[in-house]
C-alpha cells in the first residue's frame, strides 16, 4: 500500500484499490470528472461535477484503469464522502491460516457487516514486515492474522459491529484478539500492513510480486492453491492483502542457493500453474497493480479472445499511431 508515495494521476491510471474496496470500491467509483489530452492532442472534458451522466459510453470507466494508453490526465475531478466519524481496528491472530482466510467470506455473510478493510497476511508476510521495521515478531504459534478495520457514523453501531466480529473471528479459530486502544495502535498494526511489500523487496534480488483475484467467496481456494503451489516448486509464497475483496498479493522468492538460470526455468511454469488456477476460479492476474509489460503475455490465459481484440480494437480507434505508452497491457 503506496500511502506516502502514490498520486492522484497515477491511482487514476491504474483504477487503483487498496484496503478499503471492499466497502467504499476501487478509484473509479470517485472520479466524475476528466480532462484528457488525446492521443491527437486535443484537449477532451470527460463527465464533470456530475453525479450521473448517461450521456453517451462510459469514458471515464475506459480511461480509469489505462495505463496511460488512451490519454494524458490534466484535470481530475473526484467525489468525497465525509470522513466515518467512528472507527476501530481488530488484530486477530489465527494458528491456522486456513482458518484465517475461511472467516473472511463468513464475516460478511454471518454478521450481515461490510467491514471498511479486512487484510489477510499470513506469518511469513508479516513477520518479514515487522523484520524489515525491527519491530517485535508475531508469536510463535500465530500462523495468519486478519487486520478488520470497521467504521461508522456512530461510535455506539462501531462497537456493535467489532464485538459481532470478534465473535465470529473467535468461533472460527482466533485465539488471539487485539483491539487497538487508539489511533497511535491502529496506525501501528498498519504501517506493519503496508511494508510487506516493501520488505520483501528488499528481502531477494529476483522474486515474483503477484496481484491476484478471484470472487470473493474463492479466496480460501486460491490460498490454499499458493501453498500447494510453493511446495510443488520450491520457493517460499507468502501471502497478504485486501481479502475480502478477493484479492491477494503473493511474493514469490526463491531458496537462497537458486541461480537466476534456475529462477528463470521455474518460475514461468510456475505462473502458468497459478494462473490456471486463477481462470478455474474465475479470477484475473490483477486487481490493482495493472498489466504493464510484466504480465502481458499472460492476458489469454484470463481473457478470450474477443475480449483481447475489443481492448485492441479501442486502442487503434483512440491511439491509431500508438504514441501513448506503446507495448503496454497487449502484444
Ligand atoms: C499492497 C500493495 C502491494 O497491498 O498493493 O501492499
Ligand atoms: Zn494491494
Not at 481462470?279 to 483481447?308: D, F, N, Q, T, W
Request: glycine residues 10%; aromatic residues 6%.
Amino acid at each position: 500500500m503506496s500511502l506516502d508515495e502514490c498520486h492522484i494521476g497515477g491511482n487514476v491510471a491504474t483504477n487503483a484499490g487498496g484496503g478499503k474496496a471492499i466497502k467504499y470500491g476501487v478509484t473509479v467509483r470517485y472520479v466524475a470528472g476528466l480532462e484528457v489530452i488525446t492521443p491527437g492532442g486535443e484537449v477532451m472534458e470527460v463527465g464533470g461535477k456530475l453525479l450521473k451522466d448517461a450521456t453517451g459510453y462510459n469514458l471515464i470507466g475506459l480511461l480509469a484503469g489505462s495505463e496511460g494508453t488512451l490519454g494524458v490526465f490534466t484535470r481530475i475531478v473526484l467525489r468525497l464522502l465525509p470522513v466515518p466519524r467512528a472507527r476501530t481496528d481488530l488484530f486477530c491472530l489465527f494458528p491456522a491460516a486456513a482458518d484465517a482466510i475461511a472467516a473472511v467470506p463468513r464475516l460478511m455473510t454471518e454478521t450481515g457487516i461490510v467491514p471498511a478493510s479486512c487484510e489477510f497476511m499470513d506469518r511469513e508476510a508479516y513477520a518479514a514486515a515487522c523484520r524489515y521495521l525491527q519491530e517485535p515478531e508475531p508469536p510463535e504459534d500465530a500462523d495468519a492474522m486478519l487486520l478488520v478495520t470497521l467504521d461508522g457514523a456512530e461510535e455506539a453501531e462501531v462497537r456493535r459491529q467489532a464485538r459481532a466480529v470478534a465473535r465470529l473471528c473467535e468461533a472460527a479459530g482466533a485465539t488471539d484478539l487485539r483491539e487497538a486502544e487508539d489511533e497511535a495502535a491502529a496506525e501501528a498494526y498498519w504501517t506493519i500492513r503496508r511494508n510487506i511489500g516493501k520488505a520483501f523487496n528488499a528481502a531477494a534480488a529476483f522474486q515474483g510480486d503477484e496481484d491476484l483475484v478471484v470472487p470473493p467467496a474463492s479466496i480460501p481456494r486460491l490460498v490454499d492453491r499458493l501453498r500447494a503451489l510453493a511446495e510443488q516448486y520450491g520457493p517460499a509464497m507468502p501471502a497478504y492483502g485486501h481479502a475480502a475483496d478477493g484479492n491477494i498479493h503473493v511474493h514469490i522468492l526463491p531458496p537462497a542457493d537458486w541461480t537466476l538460470q534456475r529462477w528463470d526455468a521455474v518460475l514461468p511454469r510456475l505462473l502458468d500453474d497459478l494462473y490456471a488456477d486463477l481462470a478455474r476460479l474465475g479470477g484475473r492476474i490483477s486487481a490493482e497493480h495493472g498489466i504493464g509489460l510484466k504480465r502481458k503475455a499472460h492476458m489469454p490465459a484470463v481473457v478470450s479472445p474477443v475480449y483481447l481484440r475489443s481492448l485492441r480494437a479501442l486502442k487503434r480507434a483512440l491511439d491509431p499511431r500508438g504514441l501513448l505508452n506503446p507495448g503496454k497491457i497487449f502484444e
